[in-house]
T-cell receptor
């Protein structure tokens, strides 16, 4: 069964507008949640993670994400998108019953137009 | 630059052949992870080594094997290659066993099996 889902294959937004990339998870217990970004022909770069504590997590490049336990979501947000944010974004989850192996979503392609 | 290095960057080989991919983790990191990224399967966890010992296994085929050496670098061996093994192979590393830790990814090795 899929542990993490990214319901949108692609998100298109104009530069300067808010950007949201959705992620939902379906695991038992307390998950650890991560966001990574992949630029063309590059490896994955870590953006942020939620382990415990404050539900709002701030990360690199102005990104933040909110852990919502009741909705089992961990959406990635940026208040004002840049053209340089255009990339492939991955949500990932690890949890005890899976021996903390990192399971990735299918990815969401973000396209920011000037 | 994550500090994780992978060689070679590109590899072209024929079906039935065997190849070795190499990964050097960030300085001080004890865990090495291997992932496969393909269009149809997405990003899949293959295997983790921690301080020279296998710690976790994912969807790794029996034709594939890995090891971590005393200097902590790791090699992923792929044998009896098939067309479907064509993919981007990533290595990642983390400081400890990995339960709550961020994994830092290398730039990947692109394998093309003809």
């Amino acid at each position: 069964a899929q542990s993490v889902a990214q319901p949108e294959d692609q998100v298109n937004v104009a530069e300067g507008n808010p950007l949201t990339v959705k992620c939902t998870y379906s695991v038992s217990g307390n998950p650890y949640l991560f966001w990574y970004v992949q630029y063309p022909n590059r490896g994955l770069q870590f953006l942020l993670k939620y382990i415990t504590g404050d539900n709002l997590v701030k990360g690199s490049y102005g990104f933040e994400a909110e852990f919502n336990k009741s909705q089992t979501s961990f959406h990635l947000k940026k208040p004002s998108a840049l053209v340089s944010d255009s990339a492939l974004y991955f949500c990932a989850v690890s949890f005890l019953l899976n021996d903390y192996k990192l399971s990735f979503g299918a990815g969401t392609t973000v396209s920011v137009r000037a | 630059d994550s500090g994780v290095t992978q060689t070679p960057k590109h590899l072209i080989t024929a079906t039935g052949q065997r190849v070795t991919l190499r990964c050097s983790p960030r300085s001080g990191d004890l865990s090495v992870y291997w992932y496969q990224q393909s269009l149809d399967q997405g990003l899949q966890f293959l295997i983790q080594y921690y301080n020279g010992e296998e710690r976790a296994k994912g969807n790794i085929l029996e034709r594939f094997s890995a090891q971590q050496f005393p200097d902590l670098h790791s090699e992923l061996n792929l044998s009896s290659l098939e067309l479907g093994d064509s993919a981007l192979y990533f290595c990642a590393s983390s400081k400890g066993r990995g339960d709550q830790e961020t994994q830092y990814f290398g730039p990947g090795t692109r394998l093309l099996v003809l």
